[in-house]
T-cell receptor, first 114, second 111 residues
Framework: GENVEQHPSTLSVQEGDSAVIKCTYS??????FPWYKQELGKRPQLIID?????GEKKDQRIAVTLNKTAKHFSLHITETQPEDSAVYFC?????????????FGAGTQVVVTP | DGGITQSPKYLFRKEGQNVTLSCEQN?????MYWYRQDPGQGLRLIYY???????QKGDIAEGYSVSREKKESFPLTVTSAQKNPTAFYLC??????????FGPGTRLTVT
C-alpha cells in the first residue's frame, strides 16, 4: 500500500519568512495530493490540493509543487504570519485498489514567531 | 462549521465497555471515513464506506466496528477488544472520493 513520509516534523520560522514542508510517497499510481491544516484541538481543513496532471498550483501565499518522477510534493508558504502556526498534514490517494482512501503523513508543527 | 457533526465532543469510559461515536453529515456525500489521531501522529484510517450498506476496513480496523444504514450517518463503535482506545477520533465525508471534509472530532478517554 501507499506510504507517505513528511519532513520536517517541526518548523520554526520568523514572521515574514517562507516555510517549506516536503512529502514523499511510495505508490506511483497515486494521483491526488491534498494538504490539510489543523489548529490545536480543531478539525483538519483542506488548504490546497494538486492532481498528478499538474506540476504546480498556487493560492495566494500558499503553493504546492509535485514531482512525479521523484515521487515527492511540497507545500510552500510565503510571507508567513502568526495565524499560519498549526500542524500541516500531507496526504496521497488514488491507487486503483484504494478508492477514496487518503494516506497521511505524520504532520509538521509550524511555529511562526513575531 | 456545519455539514458534518460528531458527538459528543468529549467521552469518558471505563475499560471493558463498548462505546459508540456518532457522525452525521447533511452534505449528501456518498463516502464517509473514520480516522484515529494520536499525539504527534498523522491520521490513521479505521473504516470507510463508499455507499449505504457497504463499508471496508482501513489500516487499523481491529477492535472497531461500523454500520452504514443511512447515507447521512456512519457511527463507530469502539469495542473492549481495542487495546489502546484513548485517542482523538475524526469522521470525514467526501462527494467524489477526493476532497474530504472533517467533523470536529470526539476525544475519547478510557480509564
Amino acid at each position: 500500500g501507499e506510504n507517505v513520509e513528511q519532513h520536517p516534523s517541526t518548523l520554526s520560522v520568523q514572521e515574514g519568512d517562507s516555510a517549506v514542508i516536503k512529502c514523499t510517497y511510495s505508490d506511483s499510481a497515486s494521483n491526488y495530493f491534498p494538504w490539510y491544516k489543523q489548529e490545536l484541538g480543531k478539525r483538519p481543513q483542506l488548504i490546497i490540493d494538486i492532481r498528478s496532471n499538474v506540476g504546480e498550483k498556487k493560492d495566494q501565499r500558499i503553493a504546492v509543487t509535485l514531482n512525479k518522477t521523484a515521487k515527492h510534493f511540497s507545500l510552500h508558504i510565503t510571507e508567513t504570519q502568526p495565524e499560519d502556526s498549526a500542524v500541516y498534514f500531507c496526504a496521497a490517494s488514488g491507487s486503483t485498489d484504494s478508492w477514496g482512501k487518503l494516506q497521511f503523513g505524520a504532520g509538521t508543527q509550524v511555529v511562526v514567531t513575531p | 462549521d456545519g455539514g458534518i457533526t460528531q458527538s459528543p465532543k468529549y467521552l469518558f469510559r471505563k475499560e471493558g465497555q463498548n462505546v459508540t461515536l456518532s457522525c452525521e453529515q447533511n452534505l449528501n456525500h456518498d463516502a464517509m471515513y473514520w480516522y484515529r489521531q494520536d499525539p504527534g501522529q498523522g491520521l490513521r484510517l479505521i473504516y470507510y464506506s463508499q455507499i449505504v450498506n457497504d463499508f471496508q476496513k482501513g489500516d487499523i480496523a481491529e477492535g472497531y466496528s461500523v454500520s452504514r444504514e443511512k447515507k447521512e450517518s456512519f457511527p463507530l463503535t469502539v469495542t473492549s477488544a481495542q487495546k489502546n482506545p484513548t485517542a482523538f477520533y475524526l469522521c470525514a465525508s467526501s462527494r467524489d472520493s477526493r476532497e474530504q471534509y472533517f467533523g470536529p472530532g470526539t476525544r475519547l478517554t478510557v480509564t
